[in-house]
């Protein structure tokens, strides 16, 4: 059977049917003043959402209407809905038939909640307590939020319909409460509670602080087993050790004595566990069944393994410490089987369960007999989308067939009604492997409105083009006007430089703006001189209509310049939260064996010193700003709210992905916790039926960096493989070989958990242009010899493993050789030099059509998405590869040489004669092997 692994935290599976044709839908009436609220996806093209309506307004009685985007480009019923006043109503909307229907509810279960501050005023459900005859809960106030200092209110429903006292009830910062609400008197106090938190600290845990609970905590030593029990503010510490390293203790510290015991946990927690060729041998739990008095688990045998037959060993612990029996228990294959242990004997029964076995056929698994397990398997299926469930003998046969083909399927069985169910297992992320990535610098693309131009300060804009460091006039408005330009290229994906409100001075140091749009001082808003909300929420469903993808940068690590311009001003909404000469209390906290201070947003260390090596020093490189800019603490928890609050904002209005700025400088925690937020929040709440496809700015990143390896593999998110860029870059200038970028293509298979995932490019607006390099840098002459290099190198991205991003102005073979001296080098077309105006949008240049054809081969080649990458012959200046999938076969053959003529066998393509994707050579194969005749600079394509 034809099975797909993809190299994913976790899979969501959503049942056929499930996908609403809206990604969205919002309420607008006068309930909500017409501003919309989100509706909740239910499935099946179901919204739903519950709403009290009041008198009306001035334009009438209660009434609303259901909004697509949000924005009245599309809305029912033509007519408002009407509803009656004073009354609570469950509001549904079909998606499909555009059906409306609003049900009244009667009263409300009778509950109190807490709303504040410390809870983000989310409705948290008091409990009844019914000794003191009050609603009562227990919080921790934190610092508060953009409203002012910690406070709450008790909210009767948890619908801000009834809420007390009137003026929020204030309380005291970072302490901890218990709050009781009288629904009689509605009187309420909040009791302060009083004793020091107490925290684990010691080289086991880095030197953080873990705080104890009840007292305990259980903590695995290193070679180090010094430690320290510490409250709040470290001003008591008291110290200890454990007898040996590299074991797990519990410790148990005595609030009243401080005594500290440390006792070592040598007994794992009883328990037995089934091992065996039908589960990899992996640890399966076994359930004690209290009336038998065994443990016990049901399995299929399968067909067994390399070892041999189907077998098993049952484990005590599920270490291997202890098992049995001593040869490993033998069954029958393809079979059921009750297996029950007895522990005291150490007896084992394996029991045939009796009933007919059911198996999958179908063309996805070549018409062979793949036995269900509990009536369920997992198939990938092809082009032919039919199957059957049968029986052992085939007497009994159940028909059926999938949607579509080319994805992957939980089939599932019911024995008793022989009812048969395909739910389609979806990746959680957006899965841009089958996507040509575009991007783009906002203001460098194409002007679409030069009413903006000036912004809120003329001064930042370069009327002129001049000054490189301002701003020249692009937009939100010119990329939408210039979607059927990248459309027709086939792009399917555009990645665009942060649209976040961006800082309005001048830095005079070099005259210049965040016209990058990495300069942000609210992101929580768009910059003025590309658009507006409204403009964003138009560039997505303009996207949408073409099928294509939002990725926008995300500047995690910084806000703006802290010494000079507006000083690290943070706003959210417009409302100004802190800079960094004023960010609050200085506090700290412990990373790499250090303290490190931090206020309520930014890190306050100083600056990256070059010198003394910081760039490459753990953590200083996390902890100092860079560059001068005001550098996010992301162990704040005012941080990582802010942050996260934004990029859901911008989720509201359609981003599909993200590409987060500079990522080997921000706590890798955080990334963790950013990247699995927001994948919540994209199904749980805005109903996506994927999640976010995340990747990540680390530079020099690639195979051979095992820093950057290791956040790709563990971070959720993926990373801009710079080393492919060099090697690409390499190979077309003649700097290094086809042998050495070949070899750099399986080295990356073996290091990235998931090197079909990772990004890959050849431009950006770190570095020079490719083109640059050649002309200015290298001194070629020849302009059609260079393109045909540059064609060779976007060629390679959109072939190669990883998903090609392609730097806006490739296509027109863009190039500059402005020269300017950095810290005593002279710099060729380096930042900003390769930040160009978009120079033309010409349709004939010979790499715009090759993208288009390359691009559609990408799209509907699942061996150029995720195949194996397999080299066929490989010299210097020649390069034959296949890309293979199952029956899914692309064959490339590159040469950047003289001339030349050769043959090449292995080969997993099937006989026939093939037409190059690109150019007009016919290669034909036979018994796997073909000759080709490639010219200089040229790429043949077969598929």
């Given at each position: 059977m034809?099975?797909?692994?993809i190299?994913?935290?976790?899979?969501?599976?959503f049942t056929?049917g499930?996908?609403?044709?809206w990604?969205q839908?919002y309420?607008?009436?006068?309930?909500?003043?017409w501003?919309?609220?989100q509706m909740?996806?239910?499935?099946n093209?179901?919204w739903?959402?519950?709403?009290?309506?009041a008198?009306?307004?001035?334009?009438?009685?209660?009434?609303f209407?259901?909004?697509r985007?949000?924005?009245w480009?599309e809305s029912?019923?033509?007519?408002?809905?009407?509803?009656?006043a004073n009354?609570t109503?469950?509001?549904v909307f079909?998606?499909?038939?555009?059906?409306?229907?609003?049900?009244?509810k009667g009263?409300?279960?009778?509950?109190w909640y807490?709303?504040g501050?410390?809870?983000g005023?989310?409705?948290?459900a008091l409990?009844?307590?019914?000794?003191?005859?009050?609603?009562?809960?227990?919080?921790t106030?934190g610092?508060?939020?953009?409203?002012?200092?910690?406070?709450?209110k008790?909210?009767?429903?948890?619908?801000?319909?009834?809420?007390?006292?009137?003026a929020d009830?204030?309380?005291?910062?970072n302490s901890?409460?218990?709050?009781?609400?009288d629904a009689?008197t509605?009187?309420?106090?909040?009791?302060?509670?009083v004793?020091?938190?107490?925290?684990?600290k010691?080289?086991a845990?880095?030197?953080?602080?873990?705080?104890?609970?009840?007292?305990?905590?259980?903590?695995?030593?290193?070679?180090?087993?010094?430690?320290?029990i510490?409250?709040?503010?470290?001003?008591?510490t008291?110290?200890?050790?454990v007898?040996a390293?590299?074991?797990?203790?519990?410790i148990t510290f005595?609030?009243t004595t401080?005594?500290?015991?440390?006792?070592?946990?040598t007994?794992p927690?009883?328990g037995?566990f089934?091992?065996?060729?039908?589960?990899?041998?992996?640890?399966?739990?076994?359930?004690?069944n209290s009336?038998?008095?065994?443990?016990?688990?049901?399995i299929?045998?399968?067909?067994?393994?390399?070892?041999?037959g189907p077998?098993?060993?049952?484990d005590?612990?599920?270490?291997?410490t202890e098992n049995?029996p001593?040869?490993?228990?033998?069954?029958?294959?393809?079979?059921?089987?009750?297996v029950?242990?007895?522990?005291g004997?150490?007896?084992i029964?394996?029991?045939e369960?009796?009933?007919?076995s059911?198996?999958?056929?179908?063309?996805?698994n070549?018409?062979g007999?793949?036995?269900?397990?509990n009536?369920?398997?997992?198939?990938t299926f092809?082009?032919?989308v039919?199957f059957?469930?049968?029986n052992?003998?085939e007497?009994?046969?159940?028909?059926?067939?999938?949607?579509?083909?080319?994805k992957?399927?939980?089939?599932i069985?019911?024995?008793t009604t022989?009812?048969?169910t395909a739910?389609e297992?979806?990746?959680?992320?957006v899965?841009m492997?089958?996507r040509t990535i575009?991007?783009?610098?906002?203001?460098?693309?194409s002007?679409?409105?030069?009413?903006?131009?000036?912004?809120?300060n003329?001064?930042?804009?370069?009327?002129?083009?001049?000054?490189?460091?301002?701003?020249?006039?692009?937009?939100?408005?010119?990329?939408?006007?210039?979607l059927?330009?990248?459309?027709?290229?086939?792009i399917?994906a555009?990645w665009?430089?942060?649209?976040?409100?961006?800082t309005?001075?001048?830095?005079?140091?070099?005259?210049?703006?965040?016209?990058?749009?990495?300069?942000?001082?609210?992101?929580?808003?768009?910059?003025?001189?590309?658009?507006?909300?409204?403009?964003v929420k138009?560039?997505?469903?303009?996207?949408?209509?073409?099928g294509?993808k939002?990725v926008l940068?995300?500047?995690?690590?910084?806000?703006?310049?802290?010494?000079t311009?507006?000083?690290?001003?943070?706003y959210?909404?417009?409302v100004?939260?802190?800079?960094?000469p004023?960010?609050?209390?200085?506090?700290?906290?412990?990373?790499?064996?250090?303290?490190?201070?931090?206020?309520n947003?930014?890190?306050h260390?100083?600056g990256i010193?070059?010198?003394?090596?910081?760039?490459?020093?753990?953590?200083?490189?996390i902890?100092k700003?860079?560059?001068g800019?005001?550098?996010?603490?992301?162990?704040s928890?005012l941080?990582?709210?802010?942050l996260?609050?934004a990029?859901?904002?911008w989720?509201?209005?359609?981003?599909?992905?993200?590409r987060?700025?500079a990522?080997k400088?921000?706590?890798?925690?955080?990334?963790?916790e950013?990247?699995?937020?927001?994948?919540?929040y994209?199904i749980?709440?805005?109903?996506?039926t994927q999640?976010?496809?995340?990747?990540?700015?680390?530079y020099?990143?690639g195979a051979?960096?095992?820093?950057s390896?290791?956040f790709?593999n563990?971070s959720?998110?993926?990373?801009?493989d710079?080393?492919m860029?060099?090697?690409?870059?390499?190979?077309?200038?003649?700097?290094?070989?086809?042998?050495?970028l070949?070899?750099y293509?399986?080295?990356?298979a073996?290091e990235?958990?998931?090197?079909?995932w990772q990004?890959t490019f050849?431009d950006?607006?770190?570095?020079?242009?490719t083109a640059?390099?050649?002309k200015?840098v290298?001194g070629?002459?020849?302009?059609?010899?260079m393109k045909?290099?540059i064609?060779?190198g976007i060629?390679?991205?959109?072939?190669?493993?990883?998903?090609?991003?392609?730097?806006?102005g490739?296509?027109?073979?863009t190039?500059?050789g402005?020269?300017?001296v950095?810290?005593?080098?002279?710099?060729?077309?380096?930042?900003?030099?390769n930040r160009?105006?978009?120079?033309?949008?010409?349709?004939t240049?010979?790499?715009?059509?090759?993208?288009g054809?390359?691009?559609n081969?990408r799209?509907n080649?699942?061996?150029?998405q995720?195949?194996?990458?397999?080299?066929?012959?490989?010299?210097d200046?020649?390069l034959?590869?296949?890309r293979v999938d199952g029956?899914?076969?692309?064959?490339?053959?590159?040469n950047r040489?003289?001339?030349?003529t050769?043959?090449?066998?292995g080969l997993?393509k099937s006989?026939?004669t093939y037409?190059?994707?690109?150019?007009s050579?016919?290669?034909s194969?036979?018994?796997g092997?073909?000759t080709?005749?490639?010219s200089?600079?040229?790429?043949?394509v077969?598929?």
């Open positions: 034809k099975r797909v692994s190299l994913i935290t976790a899979f969501l599976v056929m499930i996908y609403a044709d990604n839908a309420l607008k009436g006068s309930a909500n003043s501003q919309g609220t909740t996806y239910q499935g093209h179901k739903e959402l519950e709403v009290t309506f008198n009306g307004d001035s334009g009438g009685g209660p009434r209407k259901i909004d985007y949000g924005d480009a029912y019923p033509a007519q408002d809905y009407t509803v009656d009354k109503y469950t509001i079909y998606d499909d038939t555009k059906a409306i229907t609003a049900t009244p009263n409300p279960v009778d509950a807490i709303r501050s410390f809870n005023w989310a409705a948290d409990t009844y307590n019914s000794t003191t005859g009050k609603w009562e809960t227990s919080i106030t610092a508060g939020d953009d409203g002012g200092g910690p406070r709450f008790i909210d009767h429903y948890g619908d801000w319909t009834e809420n007390y006292p009137t009830y204030t309380l005291n910062a901890d409460y218990l709050v009781a609400f009689g509605k009187a309420i106090t909040a009791t302060e509670q004793g020091p938190s107490w925290y684990f010691g080289a845990n880095n030197f953080e602080k873990d705080i104890l609970t009840n007292g305990e905590i259980t903590v695995t030593f290193g070679a180090d087993v010094a430690f320290s510490v409250n709040d503010d470290e001003s008591e008291y110290a200890s050790s007898p390293g590299d074991k797990k203790y519990k005595n609030e401080k005594a500290i015991t440390a006792t070592e946990q007994t927690e009883d037995w089934i091992r065996g060729s039908f589960n990899g041998w992996a640890a399966d739990a076994l359930t004690y009336t038998t008095g065994k443990w016990e688990t049901s299929t045998t399968g067909a067994g393994d390399d070892g041999g077998r098993f060993k049952i005590h612990y599920g270490d291997w049995y001593t040869a490993d228990y033998s069954l029958n294959a393809n079979t059921n089987y009750l029950a242990f007895d522990a004997t150490k007896t029964t394996a029991a369960q009796v009933g007919p059911w198996y999958f056929k179908g063309a996805a070549n018409f007999k793949d036995i269900l397990t009536g369920e398997i997992t198939v092809g082009a032919d039919a059957s469930i049968v052992d003998d007497s009994e046969t159940y028909a059926s067939s999938v949607p579509a083909g080319d992957e399927y939980k089939i069985f019911n024995e022989k009812e048969i739910t297992i979806v990746p959680p992320v899965d492997r089958g575009y991007f783009l610098m906002t203001d460098r693309f002007d679409g409105d030069p009413s903006n131009n000036n912004g809120n003329p001064a930042q804009y370069s009327a002129d083009k001049s000054n490189w460091r301002k701003y020249f006039g692009g937009d939100i408005q010119g990329l939408i006007n210039k059927d330009y990248l459309k027709n290229m086939g399917t555009v665009v430089t942060p649209l976040v409100d961006n309005d001075g001048v830095d005079e140091t070099y005259d210049q703006v965040g016209y990058h749009g990495y300069w942000a001082k609210d992101f929580y808003e768009v910059d003025e001189h590309l658009g507006d909300w409204a403009l138009e560039l997505d469903k303009q996207m949408e209509k073409r294509m939002l940068d995300f500047a995690l690590n910084h806000s703006n310049p802290a010494y311009d507006e000083y690290g001003a943070l959210k909404d417009g100004k939260l802190t800079d960094h004023n960010d609050g209390p200085t506090r700290y906290f412990d990373m790499g064996g250090k303290q490190w201070a931090y206020g947003y930014y890190h260390n100083g010193d070059a010198a003394a090596g910081d760039w490459d020093i753990y953590p200083n490189y902890v700003d860079m560059y800019l005001a550098d996010f603490c992301h162990k928890q941080t990582k709210n802010y996260i609050g990029a859901e904002k989720m509201d209005a359609g981003v599909d992905a993200f987060l700025d990522v400088h921000i706590d890798g925690d955080f990334i963790k950013f990247t699995t937020t927001l994948n919540d994209a749980n709440t805005l109903h996506r999640g976010v496809y995340f990747f990540g700015e680390w020099d990143a051979g960096n095992s820093a390896i290791n790709a563990s959720g998110s993926a990373v801009l710079f080393q860029k060099y090697k690409i870059e390499g190979a077309i200038a003649d700097d290094s070989t086809m042998k050495d070949s070899n293509v399986k080295q990356r073996n990235f958990n998931s090197p079909d990004p050849m950006n607006h770190d570095a020079r242009r640059t390099y050649l200015y290298k070629w002459n020849d302009e059609n010899y045909q290099r064609d060779l060629e390679l991205l959109e072939v190669l493993p990883g998903i090609p991003v392609v730097y806006y490739t296509e027109q073979y190039s500059n402005n020269q300017e950095v810290f005593g080098q002279v710099k060729t077309g380096e930042d900003p030099w160009e105006m978009m120079p033309s949008f010409d349709t240049t010979p790499l715009y059509g090759e993208l054809k390359l691009s081969l799209a080649s699942s061996a150029v995720k195949g194996a990458y397999n080299e066929k012959w490989v010299n200046d020649v034959v590869f296949e029956n899914d076969v692309v064959t490339v053959a590159v040489g003289a001339h030349t050769l043959s090449v066998s997993a006989n026939g037409q190059s994707i690109l150019g050579d016919s290669v194969v036979s018994n092997s073909a080709f005749d490639l200089t600079n040229e790429m043949v077969l598929h």
